[in-house]
């Protein structure tokens, strides 16, 4: 199996662990066929029913983790994606994982620890960008994708509130 | 719902305005808007209550995945299969590509007069009359006159249409053309393109006197003719009407609705034109038969025509002399009727002025 597909799948694996202890619904988008980049939709099921739509990527490489930031590179389809207006809030989330595979999850009776964090950035309102192959966009390391920071998302989607 | 390379292109053939139709029929309430970009519409069942988001642009950069999540919804929710609901609200064009043919959707709004059923004479009278409007458009366009104004073969196997399918829960109908356009066509448009393009526009500037006027007089007195009955028929349906062309051509395609009144405008107008230009053939030949009292004549023309019908009045008044046998240029009124059911027009003809021939 090819590094890039246990890449999908545990970084999936890892958003729908944190979309289902925030008590929303997830919902994978088919994957044969691109639908607009999205990957993963989560849902409120009561109140306003919010919904955030979630692009996921996933890598090993640490040298994106700068003192406050990660420099992560995108394709300029996807620059101009996740910064397009939308009927649905879209995020970013970059899933960086340990170099080797057989350090990504750790189990014993009394766990199951992913190893790895996403964070997560909204480019909404990011202006044009004129680059042809990609564009580096910053993350800050407090934008950490957990149970806490996805339900504030979630609240100030319900609110109508930028990201 | 099932998903392949193909669901993209069908979940983007979708048309919006049918599905916000198909929403208010299948008991969804339209809740809110989001912006000008979306509407959110709720259906209680039970205890619970669902909420799908349509659309209102194609070109919305989540389109795609809105419209997913929404036919998924209403898979759960309706138990209405994206298949079934495809089929229904699928454009004309997404029809006309994938079966490589000229389509056009006709729907009447009957649902707006809260009538749940269409009569059955204004729906096959308005199919017969839209036959025979495509059909003497399509003469119009190769240019040729045949026998007794019978309708070329070659036109009428690129322009009859079959019909795909209905629409269940209003009152529409898919046609298709039954020859289905070959490989070596999609470098020009062939016969059947040209037709319905000509119909679609007609039915398009049938919104302004002025261009009816104009495309109706260009498309001469026997598509005007048909046409009109065709309006004539679906006006007795007191609502407006839609017309969606598909065509397999990447350019071509158009979406017009027509309302009531409109319609009966236009009726007016196509009156008007049919009236002010009789259609008139100017024929040499041998005058064959003529009988004043019984005011019928019959003509060979030279180019092998025949033609039998009754003598004006102007030329029993003016007792101008018939010499049977004798050769004469013919001036003869053709009146087109619809006397099949296949959408066929039989031509009447009228004598109204016979002169001399001189060989010269």
Same mark, same amino acid.
């Given at each position: 199996?090819?590094?890039?597909?246990?890449?999908?799948?545990?970084?999936?694996?890892?958003?729908?662990?944190?979309?289902?202890?925030?008590?929303?619904?997830?919902?994978?988008?088919?994957?044969?066929? &691109?639908?607009?980049?999205?990957?993963?939709?989560?849902?409120?099921?009561?109140?306003?029913?919010?919904?955030?739509?979630?692009?996921? /990527?996933?890598?090993? &490489?640490?040298?994106?983790?700068?003192?406050?930031?990660?420099?992560?590179?995108?394709?300029?389809?996807?620059?101009?994606?996740?910064?397009?207006?939308?009927?649905?809030?879209?995020?970013?989330?970059?899933?960086?994982?340990?170099?080797?595979? &057989?350090?990504?999850?750790?189990?014993?009776?009394?766990?199951?620890?992913?190893?790895?964090?996403?964070?997560?950035?909204?480019?909404?309102?990011?202006?044009?960008?004129?680059?042809?192959?990609?564009?580096?966009?910053?993350?800050?390391?407090?934008?950490?994708?957990?149970?806490?920071?996805?339900?504030?998302?979630?609240? /100030?989607?319900?609110?109508?509130?930028?990201? | 719902?099932?998903?392949?390379?193909?669901?993209?292109?069908?979940?983007?053939?979708?048309?919006?305005?049918?599905?916000?139709?198909?929403?208010?029929?299948?008991?969804?309430?339209?809740?809110?808007? =989001?912006?000008?970009?979306?509407?959110?519409?709720?259906?209680?069942?039970?205890?619970?209550?669902?909420?799908?988001?349509?659309?209102?642009?194609?070109?919305?950069?989540? !389109?795609?995945?809105?419209?997913?999540?929404?036919?998924?919804?209403?898979?759960?929710?309706?138990?209405?299969?994206?298949?079934? %609901?495809?089929?229904?609200?699928?454009?004309?064009?997404?029809?006309?590509?994938?079966?490589?043919?000229?389509?056009?959707?006709?729907?009447?709004?009957?649902?707006?007069?809260?009538?749940?059923?269409?009569?059955?004479?204004?729906?096959?009278?308005?199919?017969?009359?839209?036959?025979?409007?495509? !059909?003497? %458009?399509?003469?119009?366009?190769?240019?040729?006159?045949?026998?007794?104004?019978?309708?070329?073969?070659?036109?009428?196997?690129?322009?009859?249409?079959?019909?795909?399918?209905?629409?269940?829960?209003?009152?529409?109908?898919?046609?298709?053309?039954?020859?289905?356009?070959?490989?070596?066509?999609?470098?020009?448009?062939?016969?059947?393109?040209?037709?319905?393009?000509?119909?679609?526009?007609?039915?398009?500037?049938?919104?302004?006197?002025?261009?009816?006027?104009?495309?109706?007089?260009?498309?001469?007195?026997?598509?005007?003719?048909? !046409?009109?009955?065709? #309006?004539?028929?679906?006006?007795?349906?007191?609502?407006?009407?839609?017309?969606?062309?598909?065509?397999?051509?990447?350019?071509?395609?158009?979406?017009?609705?027509?309302?009531?009144?409109? =319609?009966?405008?236009?009726?007016?107008?196509?009156?008007?034109?049919?009236?002010?230009?009789?259609?008139?053939?100017?024929?040499?030949?041998? #005058?064959?038969?003529?009988?004043?009292?019984?005011?019928?004549?019959?003509?060979?023309?030279?180019?092998?025509?025949? !033609?039998?019908?009754? =003598?004006?009045?102007?030329?029993?008044?003016?007792?101008?002399?018939?010499?049977?046998?004798?050769?004469?240029?013919?001036?003869?009124?053709?009146?087109?009727?619809?006397?099949?059911?296949?959408?066929?027009?039989?031509?009447?003809?009228?004598?109204?002025?016979?002169?001399?021939?001189?060989?010269?």
């Amino acid at each position: 199996m090819e590094l890039n597909f246990h890449k999908e799948e545990f970084s999936l694996a890892y958003v729908h662990a944190v979309v289902a202890v925030a008590g929303y619904v997830f919902q994978a988008a088919p994957r044969q066929v &691109d639908m607009d980049g999205v990957d993963v939709l989560v849902k409120e099921t009561s109140g306003r029913r919010s919904s955030l739509d979630i692009q996921i /990527k996933c890598t090993a &490489d640490n040298s994106i983790l700068n003192i406050d930031k990660l420099s992560y590179p995108v394709k300029i389809s996807t620059y101009k994606r996740l910064s397009a207006d939308c009927i649905t809030p879209v995020i970013l989330v970059v899933v960086l994982v340990p170099k080797t595979i &057989d350090k990504w999850i750790l189990f014993s009776e009394e766990e199951l620890s992913l190893k790895g964090c996403g964070y997560w950035l909204s480019l909404s309102g990011y202006p044009s960008n004129y680059n042809r192959e990609s564009v580096t966009i910053s993350i800050p390391r407090s934008n950490i994708f957990n149970v806490d920071n996805l339900c504030s998302i979630i609240e /100030k989607v319900s609110r109508g509130e930028g990201l | 719902m099932k998903v392949n390379l193909h669901t993209a292109e069908i979940i983007k053939a979708i048309s919006l305005d049918g599905f916000a139709q198909h929403l208010a029929q299948s008991g969804w309430e339209k809740r809110r808007l =989001i912006g000008n970009k979306a509407s959110v519409w709720t259906k209680n069942h039970g205890d619970d209550e669902s909420e799908v988001v349509l659309p209102l642009n194609p070109e919305s950069s989540d !389109y795609l995945i809105r419209m997913w999540d929404t036919l998924n919804v209403l898979e759960n929710v309706d138990g209405l299969s994206s298949e079934e %609901i495809i089929m229904k609200l699928a454009s004309a064009k997404f029809f006309a590509r994938s079966g490589m043919r000229e389509v056009i959707s006709l729907r009447l709004f009957v649902d707006e007069l809260n009538k749940t059923e269409l009569d059955l004479h204004i729906l096959s009278s308005s199919l017969r009359y839209l036959q025979a409007t495509l !059909y003497s %458009i399509g003469q119009v366009k190769i240019g040729l006159n045949s026998k007794g104004g019978r309708i070329p073969q070659m036109v009428m196997d690129s322009t009859r249409l079959s019909v795909i399918s209905t629409f269940p829960g209003s009152s529409g109908i898919r046609l298709g053309t039954t020859q289905q356009i070959m490989q070596g066509e999609l470098f020009g448009p062939p016969l059947s393109t040209q037709t319905f393009k000509e119909f679609a526009e007609l039915v398009n500037e049938s919104l302004s006197v002025e261009g009816l006027r104009e495309k109706a007089t260009s498309l001469k007195t026997r598509s005007a003719s048909n !046409y009109k009955k065709f #309006l004539s028929s679906v006006s007795l349906a007191d609502t407006a009407i839609e017309v969606d062309w598909g065509s397999p051509f990447d350019e071509s395609g158009l979406k017009v609705m027509l309302p009531a009144m409109t =319609i009966k405008s236009a009726i007016q107008v196509l009156d008007e034109i049919v009236e002010e230009m009789p259609e008139q053939v100017t024929t040499s030949g041998i #005058l064959i038969g003529g009988n004043k009292r019984n005011k019928r004549f019959e003509f060979n023309s030279f180019d092998g025509e025949d !033609y039998t019908g009754t =003598i004006s009045e102007e030329i029993i008044k003016n007792g101008r002399v018939m010499t049977l046998s004798s050769s004469y240029t013919a001036i003869i009124e053709v009146i087109w009727e619809n006397t099949t059911s296949t959408g066929e027009s039989n031509a009447r003809y009228k004598l109204l002025d016979l002169i001399p021939f001189e060989f010269s």
